[in-house]
């Protein structure tokens, strides 16, 4: 079964999104999507740009393509080039599970899981809006509950306000919510490490299920710093392309869950080696998940087939987005996603369909601190 | 679909034991595995029956679940001969799932890197003129890569200090004569300490071997490392280990350079790849172990043609070790088999094995036990 042709798709619905589909001589076609938010211009260039050796190859060699795709540029592109493998290698396992009659998840080592744990996103002004907004959420079913508001405002940041209400959300929800329900912070990269250190301490009473991205990634090793003054569990890795990327969070054991983004990590086939060493350390797996329908059932699959994992980021449950062009067979109910046993991830594109949803370059918010200076949103 | 039954076949083939795992189903298909924990077989046999009331009954299709359900179903987790169990078994899932599917193995391991599988071959005998015939042989006959042979024992007495110099001296030998371009290397057997291993690659001119197996035992890594900085001769290390954790503080400081998994220890094809998966970040080639039989070299075959970082793949099947018969072809009729120096990647569905059951259950089984050396003082010493 040869590939014939690799096309991104990029549209704009409740967020900009990218698709890619790949289609091969025997009529089977699979779709994969790409995660690099902002960017996706640089990504589908890409896509084009490795479309030329993937035309003509034999569509079940995922591995074998990764390779190619990966290493036949010579220069090193990181994340752009990593997310425009994910979108393909997405697509290509789709291909695998329709050409061979079976979800994905039978192809990973099949289910150690028979549902998955999802969070939900949460905005609000002011910590007692959280409240509203989160009291909602659990009538909804979910379990677990994540958020990222501060009283920012459009475009201003002060640290030390942004931690504040970050612990009184936290106070707040966990006194008025009780002991279950699963609270998690996503700091987004936007503290120092004294201010992460700060915000992690003053929420460490209120239990959270993790704090997310405390610090800019470019070197992780400034991890160290804040694990040693915290107990809080600390999840990371959205922003990571590869294995190589990963290395030391996972061998110096600096995080506690990793974020995978199998749209930006390379695909499947990356992000099952990245999960693999994770088992070895014991760091669960908590896939970031903030884009389109494509991306939760790719998740959803690798997840299932993944011991190692705690829960899965949704912010659109199957049928919330895009439902009249790209149908899920998956369901969500209570707080998990169960998934069908149609082949491959189990969608139904209609590929024309993405045309009702045109592409706007859409740039993401920029943060500012009080004295002019941008700071990370 | 379910599984209905795990049978262990302790069996004798050429010169010693192997154990060969039968999983069945209730649907007619069923998987072939093996264990590798050579001589210790009844040990295993008695582990597959523990796994057997666990996994009878569940869905073969579910190997990851079945791999954590066998690995962490007790309190005492892991070891070898657990993890040679529950290799067999995770095998033989991915025989019965490539059979179901329609498709080799390699095709649910992401598909084939390469069209075949470069192999090393070993000489057998002592070092000597003979030896170095054997590897010009070997060499003619298309193999780029092999193990030369280390000086051997006398009946029950090994003195490492009086064998070293030996090998060495025909190592240096033997590379003056076969050139630079063969690969060649030599499998100490962890049989020395740190200061005898360091003897041995001292005695020998820069570039005589491309690699180094095993040359001390393996559980204190840091003690690899300190024979690491006394040589410059890669280290090909990994045959022992039972599961990835094993190979954790190998792979992470960068003690190896070739890894030499094998899949009838280690965990299965489950655990193969996730090693194969964080090797590949660090640089470091497969290597598989396969001293085994057919069926370890089927599985071995399908794991080497689906990972990218991959060198080349024992082979005791060569023109240099006719007389093991590990690959028997009555017991084995369908098998992989060497063209030249290389196995062609299978493309029937599963592993491409069949064994011959009948004349498995013809046999009685009989121990096998590894040498027992000492050296010349009584002392024990390591085969």
């Not at chain 1, 969070?119 to 959280?130: F, N, S, V």
């Not at chain 1, 989160?134 to 640290?159: H, I, K």
């Not at chain 2, 590894?370 to 003082?377: E, G, I, Q, Y």
Request: aromatic share 10%.
């Amino acid at each position: 079964m040869k590939i014939v042709a690799v096309t991104p798709y990029l549209v704009k619905e409740w967020r900009t999104m990218l698709f890619v589909k790949v289609e091969t001589d025997e009529g089977i076609v699979g779709i994969g999507e790409g995660g690099l938010t902002s960017r996706e211009g640089g990504v589908a260039g890409i896509i084009d740009a490795l479309a030329p050796l993937l035309i003509g190859q034999d569509a079940m060699r995922s591995e074998h393509l990764w390779q190619l795709m990966w290493r036949s540029g010579f220069h090193p592109s990181n994340q752009v080039l990593a997310a425009a493998i994910a979108a393909i290698d997405i697509a290509l396992w789709d291909i695998k599970g329709k050409a061979l009659g079976v979800p994905v998840y039978q192809l990973l080592g099949g289910k150690v899981r028979d549902k998955v744990d999802t969070y939900c996103h949460m905005a609000a002004a002011t910590p007692e809006e959280l409240l509203g907004v989160a009291r909602q959420r659990m009538v909804e079913g979910w379990n677990c509950l994540r958020w990222d508001s501060g009283p920012f405002g459009d475009t201003l940041y002060d640290p030390r306000h942004a931690v504040d209400w970050t612990i009184e959300a936290f106070r707040l929800l966990r006194t008025e919510l009780g002991p279950e329900i699963e609270l998690a912070f996503d700091a987004h990269t936007r503290t120092s490490v004294p201010d992460a250190v700060r915000l992690c301490r003053g929420v460490e009473p209120y239990r959270p299920m993790f704090i997310e991205d405390p610090l800019r990634v470019e070197n992780p090793e400034s991890y160290r710093r804040l694990r040693q003054q915290t107990a809080v569990p600390i999840a990371a890795g959205e922003q990571l392309g590869t294995k190589w990327q990963f290395r030391a969070l996972i061998e110096e054991e600096l995080i506690d869950y990793a974020r995978i983004d199998m749209c930006i990590a390379a695909g499947f086939t990356e992000s099952r080696k990245i999960a693999g060493w994770c088992e070895t350390h014991f760091i669960d797996v908590a896939v970031h998940n903030p884009i389109g329908p494509v991306s939760t059932a790719a998740c959803l699959h690798f997840n299932l087939a993944t011991p190692n994992m705690l829960v899965q980021e949704l912010p659109r449950r199957p049928g919330e987005s895009l439902a009249d062009v790209i149908t899920s067979s998956h369901r969500w109910e209570d707080g998990w996603l169960f998934a069908s046993d149609a082949p491959g991830l189990g969608l139904e594109v209609d590929w024309d369909g993405l045309a009702r949803y045109p592409f706007e370059q859409t740039s993401l918010p920029l943060f500012y601190r009080q004295d002019g200076t941008l700071t990370n949103w | 679909m379910k599984i209905t039954a795990i049978r262990a076949y302790p069996v004798w083939v050429g010169i010693r034991t192997q154990l060969l795992v039968k999983v069945e189903t209730d649907e007619g298909i069923f998987g072939w595995g093996e264990s590798g924990l050579t001589g210790r077989e009844k040990a295993v046999v008695g582990a597959l029956e523990h796994f057997a009331e666990l996994i009878v009954g569940m869905d073969p299709f579910k190997i990851g679940g079945i791999w954590q359900k066998l690995y962490r179903s007790q309190y005492f987790e892991g070891g070898r001969v657990l993890a040679a169990a529950q290799s067999a078994i995770d095998i033989a899932l991915y025989d019965i799932k490539g059979k179901a599917l329609g498709v080799p193995v390699y095709q649910l391991l992401g598909g084939k890197q390469r069209d075949h599988i470069p192999t090393f071959a070993t000489t057998s005998g002592e070092p000597g003129e003979a030896m170095i015939e054997q590897a010009q042989m070997l060499m003619e006959a298309g193999w780029t890569a092999m193990r030369l042979s280390p000086s051997g024992h006398e009946e029950t007495i090994y003195e490492p200090r009086e064998h070293i110099p030996v090998t060495a001296k025909w190592c240096t030998k033997a590379r003056e004569v076969l050139g630079d371009e063969v690969v060649l290397g030599v499998d100490y057997h962890h049989r020395l300490s740190v200061a005898e291993a360091a003897s041995f690659c001292q005695k020998m001119p820069r570039g005589t071997l491309d690699f180094l197996e095993e040359p001390i035992r393996d559980e204190t890594p840091e003690a690899y490392e300190s024979l690491r900085r006394m040589t410059d001769i890669p280290f090909a290390i990994g045959e022992e280990f039972a599961s990835k954790w094993q190979f954790l503080p190998y792979i992470e400081r960068d003690i190896h350079q070739f890894n030499r998994i094998d899949i009838c220890n280690v965990g299965g094809l489950t655990e193969a790849m996730k090693i194969a998966g964080w090797s590949e970040a660090h640089y470091v080639d497969m290597m598989p172990h396969n001293p085994l039989g057919p069926i370890c070299t089927a599985a071995t075959v399908h794991f080497a043609a689906a990972v990218a970082n991959f060198s080349w793949l024992e082979t005791r099947s060569s023109p240099a070790e006719t007389h093991l018969g590990f690959d028997n072809s009555d017991l084995f009729p369908v098998q992989p088999r060497l063209e030249r120096a290389v196995y062609p990647v299978p493309e029937a569905p599963g592993l491409g094995v069949e064994v011959n059951e009948d004349l498995v259950l013809k046999q009685d089984f009989k121990f096998w036990n590894a040498p027992m050396l000492n050296r010349r003082d009584g002392s024990v010493t390591n085969w």
